[in-house]
Structure formats: structure tokens, C-alpha cells
């Protein structure tokens, strides 16, 4: 069965610390993943999406890094006003997406 | 681009009745998901539509629920019988189709359903 499985479950950041979240997956043939933010009281809003090991795509303070067993999803100097849950999903076939739990992030002033 | 819209946004109602939940995609939009997300979880997928053919359907829809897209436009999904587990987010999403690269889906605020 395909998984897709997101680590840290939490995690609370100062202004400008940066560090990383993981997206780890188990698929049976990986068509594309997709990172999403998605703040309280709303839909995922889409970030990027990754179809190749070694890809990486950047937007602002954010960058996407795909390997064929996992992404990564970097945050440099966060601000607070990227606090938000990081929602990461895989493409395997036909037309749906499977998400992960997703990372709730803080970041303090 | 307006966005995706989805009405209502909250839905109170008591188990055993039965819900209908309206989405309007982005207008030039030809592709349009339905999925459930419950507190924690991450979305799941319940259906997609190409246009007004229903193509995939998730084999843990029950049969109580029923989505359709007449004249490819907007959506509705119903739930009949309701029981308390199905409380959650329900959320829209449309695209505009082509290659995995180009599949960006677009999201509606959703409609929180609470079945008490």
C-alpha cells in the first residue's frame, strides 16, 4: 500500500533558525510529489511539485529536495509568518494524491 | 481567478440525516476532486472528476455518498444516513489538467461537517 509519512509531527522554530522537514514514501511508482501549506480554517495552498530524484525547486524562504525515498522541505531564517502546517503528497496513479499527516510548524518572534 | 468556492462553509446536523455540500471550481477548470480531512490527518481523496465523467472513486466511499458534476460545472457531494464518523473537513479542489508537472490543484476553504 502506498504511504507517505512526514516527520516532525511539530515543530517550534525562533525567528531565523532554519531547519528542515521530512517526507519520507512508499510507493509502487512515484509520479510526482507536492508540497502544500495549509493555515487553520483553510485548504492546502500548493508549493511545489518534484517528479525527479535530485530536483529541487525554490520560493522565497522554502526549498524542495526530492531523493527516490524521500523530500525534504527546507525553511531558511523563518519568519513568523510562516507558521502553518507543511502537507507533502505523492502521485502514484491515475488522478489522486496521497498525503502525509503533515508538519505543524510554529515560528516565534 | 476567484478561486474555488464551497457552501456551506460549516454543517451542523444529527446522525441519520442527510447533507449536500455544493463546489464551484475555478471556471476554466476541467478536473475536480473531492477529499475528506479529519483533525490531524493529512486529506484524503474521495473522487475526481474529468469534466462531467466520474473516473476514480475511492474503494473506502461508502455507498452512502454520491458526487456529481452536472454539465461539468459545479459539484455537489451528498451523504445520506449520516453517522458521526463522517465529522470532518470536506474540501474541493479543481485543475486544469495536462502532465503530472502541471497538476496543480486548487482548494476551496472546505465544509466542516460535525454529525452529532
Known amino acids: 500500500e502506498d504511504q507517505v509519512t512526514q516527520s516532525p509531527e511539530a515543530l517550534r522554530l525562533q525567528e531565523g533558525e532554519s531547519s528542515s522537514l521530512n517526507c519520507s514514501y512508499t510507493v509502487s511508482g512515484l509520479r510526482g510529489l507536492f508540497w502544500y501549506r495549509q493555515d487553520p480554517g483553510k485548504g492546502p495552498e500548493f508549493l511545489f511539485t518534484l517528479y525527479s530524484a535530485g530536483e529541487e525547486k525554490e520560493k522565497e524562504r522554502l526549498k524542495a529536495t526530492l531523493t527516490k525515498k524521500e523530500s525534504f522541505l527546507h525553511i531558511t531564517a523563518p519568519k513568523p509568518e510562516d507558521s502553518a502546517t507543511y502537507l507533502c503528497?505523492?502521485?502514484?496513479?491515475?488522478?489522486?494524491?496521497?498525503f502525509g499527516a503533515g508538519t505543524i510548524l510554529r515560528v516565534k518572534s | 481567478d476567484t478561486g474555488v468556492s464551497q457552501d456551506p462553509r460549516h454543517k451542523i446536523t444529527k446522525r441519520g440525516q442527510n447533507v449536500t455540500f455544493r463546489c464551484d471550481p475555478i471556471s476554466e477548470h476541467n478536473r475536480l476532486y473531492w477529499y475528506r480531512q479529519t483533525l490531524g490527518q493529512g486529506p484524503e481523496f474521495l473522487t475526481y472528476f474529468q469534466n462531467e465523467a466520474q473516473l476514480e472513486k475511492s474503494r473506502l466511499l461508502s455507498d452512502r455518498f454520491s458526487a456529481e458534476r452536472p454539465k461539468g460545472s459545479f459539484s455537489t457531494l451528498e451523504i445520506q444516513r449520516t453517522e458521526q464518523g463522517d465529522s470532518a473537513m470536506y474540501l474541493c479542489?479543481?485543475?486544469?489538467?495536462?502532465?503530472?508537472?502541471?497538476?496543480?490543484?486548487?482548494f476551496g476553504s472546505g465544509t466542516q461537517l460535525s454529525v452529532l
Open positions: 479542489a479543481s485543475s486544469s489538467g495536462g502532465q503530472v508537472r502541471d497538476e496543480k490543484l486548487f
Open positions: 503528497a505523492v502521485q502514484v496513479w491515475g488522478n489522486k494524491l496521497v
